[in-house]
């Protein structure tokens, strides 16, 4: 007797659909199972095979063959485990063909039949949805991740018996609903900006980076508020919206790091590895390729404290990303590609012990400082938007802040709407995305501010790349006041915060 289902599979970021046939027939006992499998597939017939024992089904002694198709694309995961056991008992007759017809299924098994969560189960379900799939069958701990698509039905379930008699119809279930809005309650974050005392500059810096989605490079003597500033980034983002939280929950869940007790994630990544991460882990990779952390922080914050003590390699491989907001990882007649659509956040000293230029407090010789220094690349250094200078704050034990963090994001968020509307029919949402073919259309300037624009270019000798992230800081300041165009005194504010970096690269020492 023949029979199929359908279950899904995840080939870097993208979800594939994987049709599972059955065949059983008179014959000499065998059970094989064919279609590019790689090992984990393969051992799904033991686990199969017991779990369907365990739960009392006899195992009949035929020739059992199964298949999954496309047989040309090679299968990964346990996410078949299900499928296959579903299709074998509908191939032996305990399940009529009518019960399995337009169901997408996916779990691991354990040999007592038990229901084993999966990774990549929403990149799953929405790839299913898209070919026209609405109801699914997953494990119970994998349940909540699509539960708030409304237009499908999701079923968690726990073990394989279960799983029979609900397609039997012997235990009806509803469909699992989660209404988006349960998940998306006020995000409390415990690190407020009014910690922060002092550093108006820096955090105007902030904001304009946020509220435009720019890179920002923050320089700094050690306890200046370089770290404690940039923990804070987070609870001036504004809060995520359906098809957002969705797409990080995706990526999140493909990873395996969706956390237990939350099946959408909701708050903003934060990513900060430490300075002795690998190129592969920061941007992806690994002989079967995973996201990096660049990706891992993708509409969210990719944070890298001690800037000159990661590995030059490392640094330098960020530069097409940061450009791109996409990584290509290519493997032998494959190419996987990730998002890089993040924040980038870096933090360093100015010399190795940290207070350059003060040569009272200074101790390193000319030489140390420049080999410091140089560690950070011209073309990385182009790829930063925003770089600000965080002097020692004024001791204050018990002092406070001027400004909140809610206070700030309200302005963000209000600046984000400004930029969504304008971008609206565009393929981009953020001014830190914008172009550079599309500069004329939406940062109009006057005559003057042209000409100022101009002279800055010509005293300064700088790169067509630094110009345009100028001005589309300067679209981002304009934003920020709700003006339409975009005037001097935002070119002004946009060129000093791209200018502070020249008084350690662009001078002799």
């Not at 279930?173 to 550093?199: C, H, M, N, T």
């Not at 165009?485 to 008084?503: G, N, P, Q, W, Y």
Request: hydrophobic share 40%.
């Amino acid at each position: 007797m023949f029979s199929s289902i359908y279950s899904a599979d995840v080939a870097g970021m993208e979800a594939r659909l994987i049709c599972i046939e059955a065949d059983v027939h008179d014959g000499l006992p065998v059970f094989d199972m064919v279609g590019y499998l790689a090992s984990a597939v393969k051992e799904a017939r033991e686990r199969v095979r017991i779990a369907i024992r365990n739960m009392g089904v006899h195992f009949p002694a035929k020739r059992i063959t199964v298949n999954l198709s496309p047989a040309n694309l090679r299968k990964e995961g346990t996410s078949f485990d299900l499928p296959i056991a579903i299709s074998l008992l509908t191939a032996f007759g305990f399940l009529s063909k009518e019960c399995t017809k337009d169901i997408l299924m996916i779990g691991e098994l354990g040999l007592d039949g038990s229901l084993r969560p999966v990774k990549g189960v929403l990149a799953m379900i929405l790839e299913g949805r898209r070919q026209g799939i609405r109801r699914f069958v997953v494990p119970d701990k994998n349940a909540g991740e699509g539960a708030v698509l409304e237009d499908i039905e999701i079923y968690g379930l726990q073990t394989l018996a279960q799983t029979m008699k609900f397609l039997r119809g012997e235990c009806p279930l509803a469909p699992i609903r989660v209404s988006f809005q349960k998940w998306r309650k006020e995000q409390a974050y415990q690190e407020d900006f009014s910690d922060i005392i002092g550093q108006g500059a820096a955090k105007r810096a902030a904001e304009i980076a946020i509220g435009g989605r720019h890179n920002l490079l923050m320089i700094g003597p050690p306890g200046s508020g370089k770290t404690m500033l940039a923990k804070r980034l987070p609870g001036i983002m504004p809060v995520m919206d359906l098809e957002e939280s969705l797409e990080i929950t995706r990526l999140y869940s493909i990873c395996g790091l969706l956390p237990e007790e939350d099946s959408v994630m909701t708050k903003r990544p934060f990513r900060a590895p430490h300075h002795t991460i690998t190129q592969t882990a920061l941007t992806g990779g690994g002989r079967l390729p995973m996201p990096g952390e660049i990706t891992l922080a993708a509409k969210g914050v990719l944070f890298l404290d001690e800037l000159p003590e990661f590995s030059r390699s490392s640094l330098e491989v960020l530069r097409q990303p940061l450009e791109e907001h996409k990584v290509t990882i290519s493997r032998l007649g494959k190419s996987y590609e990730y998002p890089s659509d993040c924040i980038f956040v870096a933090a360093m000293n100015p010399c190795r012990c940290g207070y350059f230029p003060d040569r009272k407090r200074c101790r390193c010789t000319t030489g140390e400082i420049q080999r410091y220094l140089g560690k950070i690349s011209e073309p990385l250094l182009d790829r930063m938007d925003l770089c600000v200078e965080t002097g020692m704050p004024d001791f204050s034990l018990y002092g406070r802040g001027d400004e909140c963090s809610a206070q700030i994001r309200e302005r963000v968020e209000r600046t984000v709407q400004i930029q969504k509307k304008r971008y609206r029919k565009e393929a981009f949402s953020y001014n830190g995305e914008l172009p550079e073919t599309l500069l004329h259309k939406y940062c109009p300037m006057e005559k003057d501010e042209q000409e100022y624009l101009n002279l800055f270019f010509e005293e300064e000798k700088c790169s067509m790349r630094r110009i345009t992230r100028v001005v589309r800081v300067a679209r981002t300041i304009a934003d920020l006041e709700e003006s339409e165009c975009i005037l001097e005194k935002h070119l002004t504010e946009a060129m000093r915060f791209r200018s502070v970096d020249r008084s350690y690269w662009g001078v002799s020492i």
